[in-house]
């Protein structure tokens, strides 16, 4: 891809709050289309490491550190500060980072942290979902999609899964969703007003933005909730602030970056309880090489069902 090149380089010993590791795998998603394009909020001049994420063997730590070297982690990448995953060596922020569950494959790890920890911030932190409720996640094949899918039963939630392919409503069906909408060939607000019984939606999960995600707002209930997680469609979605009042729904922003040393420690304390039993897992899509990283940021704009991962080394 255009724009995005191979470099060897050199990793200082990781600072306090860094682990250093060798990486195994490493997930990708949309995020990198825009990080390599120039568009990502405050990365858009380059040159910086693409790759928000990994999984691997921690081989240095800074003194004070809750890792050892020899631990298997996976974890985000400081790749605020240029330092992403696609690499033989990745620093983790320790904040954002636990210990790999037993049976956890490196695929599975390696395509884990950001996708939940983006569903986590949307569902538990910002507009939480209770049992008993309805969910309706927008993109529910893509990796933050179905991560939120995976969490919002695990919540006790019905999930409504919108995608649009056959392919992507099949892999939908299959980790998961209780009920899955192609937006393509049938109109989702009558579709959902058929699964919920004309009652709507109490949150919707919305990584897509546009024209999909402003004819879903039209299904929530009273006193529902949209989380704005992103834009795949290229635009935020447009918030009508009188439909807002009149109907009582709420609009809130996610980004799960930025938090207190307090609020991930409790975050990821839940994922990794959830993981280890087995109630949440990465639904794996395509797992590609290092040499065809290009080649997959390429294909971010419409990616394969499940979340991508790169494998590193072995």
């Not at 909020?41 to 240095?60: H, S």
Request: charged share 20%.
């Amino acid at each position: 891809m255009k724009g995005v090149r191979l470099e060897e380089t050199r990793w200082p010993e990781p600072e306090p709050g860094q682990a250093l590791v060798r990486v195994r795998t490493a997930g990708a998603g949309f995020p990198d289309l825009f990080m390599a394009s120039g568009h990502f909020p405050g990365l858009d001049t380059p040159p910086f490491g693409l790759g928000e994420e990994v999984a691997g063997e921690v081989v240095a730590v800074a003194p004070g550190s809750p890792f050892a070297v020899g631990d298997q982690i996976m974890g985000i990448t400081p790749f605020f500060a240029g330092w992403g995953g696609y690499a033989d060596y990745a620093y983790v922020l320790e904040q954002s980072a636990i210990r790999i569950p037993v049976g956890m494959t490196d695929e599975q790890a390696g395509g884990f942290p950001i996708g939940f920890r983006t569903a986590y911030a949307a569902l538990v932190e910002r507009a939480p979902v209770e049992a008993g409720q309805t969910l309706l996640v927008l993109g529910g094949a893509g990796s933050s999609g179905v991560a939120a899918t995976q969490l919002g039963k695990a919540l006790g939630a019905t999930v409504i899964a919108v995608a649009g392919s056959d392919d992507k409503v099949g892999f939908c069906a299959r980790h998961g969703a209780d009920h899955v909408v192609n937006y393509r060939t049938a109109d989702l607000v009558e579709e959902v007003g058929k699964i919920t019984d004309g009652r709507g939606v109490d949150v919707i999960f919305d990584p897509v933005g546009g024209d999909t995600a402003a004819r879903a707002i039209s299904t929530l209930a009273r006193y529902g909730r949209i989380a704005v997680v992103g834009l795949a469609a290229g635009t935020t979605v447009p918030i009508d602030s009188l439909d807002l009042l009149l109907r009582n729904y709420s609009a809130v922003g996610v980004f799960a970056g930025g938090h207190t040393p307090e609020e991930d420690a409790a975050a990821w304390g839940r994922l990794s309880e959830l993981a280890e039993q087995k109630a949440i897992t990465t639904s794996v899509g395509t797992v590609f090489s290092f040499d065809d990283v290009p080649a997959m940021i390429s294909g971010q704009g419409s990616p394969p069902p499940g979340k991508s991962v790169v494998r590193v080394s072995s």
